[in-house]
Antibody, heavy 121, light 107 residues
Framework: QVQLQESGPGVVKPSETLSLTCAVS?????????WGWIRQPPGQGLEWIGN???????FFNPSLKSRVTISPDTSKNQFSLKLTSVTAADTAVYYC??????????????WGQGTLVAVSS | DIQMTQSPSSVSASVGDRVTITCRAS??????LAWFRQKPGKAPKSLMY???TLLSGVPSKFSGSGSGTDFTLTISSLQPEDLGTYFCQQYISYPLTFGGGTKVEIK
């Protein structure tokens, strides 16, 4: 049973960089599948940020692409999210997720518990 | 981007009722649709993919249907543990997009 756990600072100052890590247990991230991030502003819906495949190839939401990096750390079996130049609009609960494959379907099967990041001075 | 529209935005039903949620895509997504439930203060839980295939451990009272642009999620007999917000999501193309959610409450 794969488990994902987000970690990182709960508060980030405006214009600075948000950095989060997702520790994965129960499956090696460099074996297969996609590993990604989704966020949810307080009281709002879900927004896909981006994901990487098991080789580190990435895909990002065009609305965030210029500010986002997702990268693996295979030695620790974890992957990270960096979001630069943050504003109050980036305040959200951030979830890391795994997407798996069944024939033509690439779907999310696992979620981390989420971590709230507030952008505030 | 593919827009996903859910209706209703909220529904209140009694224990034992049949509840149906609709999700519409702005273009043909074949059956590349997933459903999730999010309980208050918790992470979403994956329920279904391929519009109708339940993930392991998801009870059979949940069913899904549809293809192309129109989809439904049905809870056959609503129970208190089913409360929460239900989201649909398309995964046929990037960026992955979600519906706005349907809040299910117990009367």
């Amino acid at each position: 049973q794969v488990q994902l756990q987000e970690s990182g600072p709960g508060v980030v100052k405006p214009s600075e960089t948000l950095s989060l890590t997702c520790a994965v247990s129960g499956y090696s991230i460099n074996t297969a599948f996609y590993w990604g991030w989704i966020r949810q502003p307080p009281g709002q819906g879900l927004e896909w940020i981006g994901n990487m495949d098991h080789t580190g190839i990435t895909f990002f939401n065009p609305s965030l692409k210029s500010r986002v990096t997702i990268s693996p750390d295979t030695s620790k079996n974890q992957f990270s999210l960096k979001l630069t130049s943050v504003t109050a609009a980036d305040t959200a609960v951030y979830y890391c997720v795994r997407r798996v494959r069944d024939r033509f379907h690439w779907f999310i099967d696992s979620w981390g518990q989420g971590t709230l990041v507030a952008v505030s001075s | 981007d593919i827009q996903m529209t859910q209706s209703p935005s909220s529904v209140s039903a009694s224990v034992g009722d049949r509840v149906t949620i609709t999700c519409r895509a702005s273009q043909d997504i074949n059956n590349r649709l997933a459903w999730f439930r999010q309980k208050p203060g918790k992470a979403p839980k994956s329920l279904m993919y391929g519009a109708s295939t339940l993930l392991s451990g998801v009870p059979s009272k949940f069913s899904g249907s549809g293809s192309g642009t129109d989809f439904t999620l049905t809870i056959s007999s609503l129970q208190p543990e089913d409360l929460g917000t239900y989201f649909c999501q398309q995964y046929i193309s990037y960026p992955l997009t979600f519906g706005g959610g349907t809040k299910v409450e117990i009367k």
